[in-house]
């Protein structure tokens, strides 16, 4: 069974500019969830999607955005980058349907200049 | 209140010995804690996971002990080799809170040949 797949996987950017980051789900699995890691500040979540829903939000400004496609394929996006935004992103497939599993995907990392 | 904390931050161990890794969290709606290991360039993988209703989970050389009461979980490894050197991570998370899991900070395990 293939894993979870992130696309590109690494990224440069410059501030003001925006991304999108594409992560394709374990096969089956119906929930994606997008976490950033950093040095300063570890994992951190962002939000699940589940049967194209976002079903969870973390703690992160609107700039961040998310959607999923009824493949279960996800994507997030982030506008108006900022130097701070600079991080491993990383996401992670369940079946979703109580606390489950979670899959991680290798993670994309952004570099913002 | 949402916040795991972990112990130690980096931990060397000799091989063959016993490498520990200490959680702590206050959220008593969490009902399921995993441990994951990351290696430099991959995403979180996970190693063994325990629900409060067992004070211990025993997976090969991994252990997890539990202490509801305390509110406190940690991993040990027996027979730590090399190839255990690694990120280690403990999360929170629970029913209640869908795929939305809590990290705590990271531990990182140097195995000594």
């Known amino acids: 069974k293939a894993g979870v797949t992130q696309t590109p996987r690494y990224l440069i950017k410059t501030r003001g500019q925006q991304v999108t980051l594409s992560c394709s789900p374990i096969s089956g699995h119906r929930s994606v969830s997008w976490y950033q890691q950093t040095p300063g500040q570890g994992l951190q979540f962002l939000f699940e999607?589940?049967?194209?829903?976002?079903?969870n939000k973390g703690n992160f400004p609107g700039r961040f955005s998310g959607r999923q496609f009824s493949n279960s394929r996800s994507e997030m996006n982030v506008s108006t980058l900022e130097l701070g935004d600079s991080a491993l992103y990383l996401c992670?497939?369940?079946?979703?349907?109580?606390?489950?599993?979670?899959?991680f995907g290798p993670g994309t990392r952004l570099t913002v200049l | 209140q949402q916040q795991v904390k972990q112990s130690p931050q980096s931990l060397i161990v000799q091989k063959g010995g016993i490498s520990i890794i200490n959680c702590a969290y206050e959220n008593t709606a969490f009902d399921y804690f995993p441990w994951y290991q990351q290696f430099p360039g991959k995403g979180p993988a996970l190693l063994i996971a325990i629900r409060p209703d067992v004070s211990e989970k025993k997976e090969g050389r991994f252990t997890i002990s539990f202490n509801k009461s305390a509110k406190q979980f940690s991993l040990h490894i027996m027979d730590s080799q090399p190839g255990d050197s690694a990120t280690y991570f403990c999360?929170?998370?629970?029913?209640?809170?869908?795929?939305?899991?809590?990290f705590g900070p990271g531990t990182r395990l140097s195995v000594l040949p």
């Open positions: 992670a497939s369940s079946f979703g349907q109580d606390v489950d599993t979670q899959y």
């Open positions: 999360a929170a998370g629970g029913d209640n809170y869908g795929q939305n899991f809590v």
């Open positions: 999607y589940f049967s194209e829903t976002q079903r």
